[in-house]
């Protein structure tokens, strides 16, 4: 080839290798070609080796980091796959390791009869994990229901979960039955029920141990199959040992006890919550 001064022009090119992949090719022109006659041939093809050796040797540097980030997020697909498949809640979100912790026991404990407690903060999704437990039970073709002990007072508390006779008191009128009736074959949940009096603890220790109760007004035992579900926000061992919580009803409903993290100590699920919301905001507003 001819420069703009008619003057030849030397080619020299070289193979960039990638392991044993040519990947392309490395190349310069010179512009002298008397001193490609005198010897600078072989030194120029020396220097273009070298660099091409060199940007093989990177490329292929990258080329396996790459290969090897797509192994690990392929791995980790996988992995979340499978944990998906045996430790996930249809109503609960959470991919990090405490609420995978949480998934694997309530899989664990659902199966079985055992009064379970759920302990955490407010907020942390206590009913959410309860009906799961109910939803995985045998009893998943049963009732599943709540009564918040903190936002009764002990009358009414009474009144609502064993029931009351026609008569029993003031605006009485009917029969009607509680939510351990109703309950009857399915799941009972008793949120915050580390805020019922000491007087009420008795006579739900008694229902708990015997399975059977009398509604408000009446003197027919009735006899119940419900599993029991409680949750507190409270520390119950400080509330038993300055006396407000009975030690005995303490260890009745701590028979399986699962704590539930509060959201700062799973960060990593905080975009799951924000897509979630998110995708849920878009449907309901189109």
């Known amino acids: 080839r001819k420069g703009k001064s008619e003057t030849i022009i030397s080619f020299t090119g070289v193979p960039i290798k990638a392991g044993r992949d040519t990947i392309g090719v490395l190349s310069f022109d010179r512009e002298n070609g008397d001193e490609v006659e005198t010897g600078n041939f072989g030194s120029d093809v020396r220097f273009l080796s070298m660099v091409a050796n060199l940007v093989g040797q990177t490329v292929r540097l990258h080329q396996k980091v790459a290969e090897d980030r797509a192994n690990l997020l392929q791995e980790k697909m996988r992995l979340q796959s499978e944990l998906h498949g045996k430790y996930s809640l249809d109503n609960v979100i959470g991919q990090s390791k405490p609420m995978q912790n949480v998934f694997a026991e309530v899989h664990q404990v659902a199966a079985s ?13 206590k009913e959410a994990v309860a009906r799961a437990v109910h939803h995985l039970s045998p009893r998943k073709d049963k009732p599943f229901i709540k009564v918040n002990c903190a936002a009764l007072s002990e009358t009414l508390l009474e009144s609502e979960l064993f029931g009351h006779e026609r008569g029993s008191f003031t605006g009485a009128s009917q029969e009607r039955k509680g939510r351990f009736e109703l309950a009857h074959g399915g799941t009972l949940f008793l949120d915050e029920i580390g805020d019922v009096s000491p007087g009420f603890q008795t006579r739900l220790l008694r229902v708990l141990q015997e399975r059977e109760f009398e509604r408000v007004g009446g003197t027919k035992t009735i006899k119940v199959d419900v599993r029991l579900i409680a949750a507190t926000n409270r520390n119950l061992e400080e509330a038993v040992a300055q006396g407000s919580f009975r030690e005995d009803l303490y260890y009745r ?25 998110l995708q849920h905001s878009n449907k309901e507003n189109d």
């Open 253 to 277: 409903i701590n028979v399986v006890a699962i704590f539930l993290p509060p959201l700062r100590e799973r960060r990593e699920d905080i975009p799951l919550l924000a897509e979630y919301f």
């Open 113 to 125: 009869r055992s009064t379970v407690l759920l302990r955490g903060e407010s907020g942390t999704g």
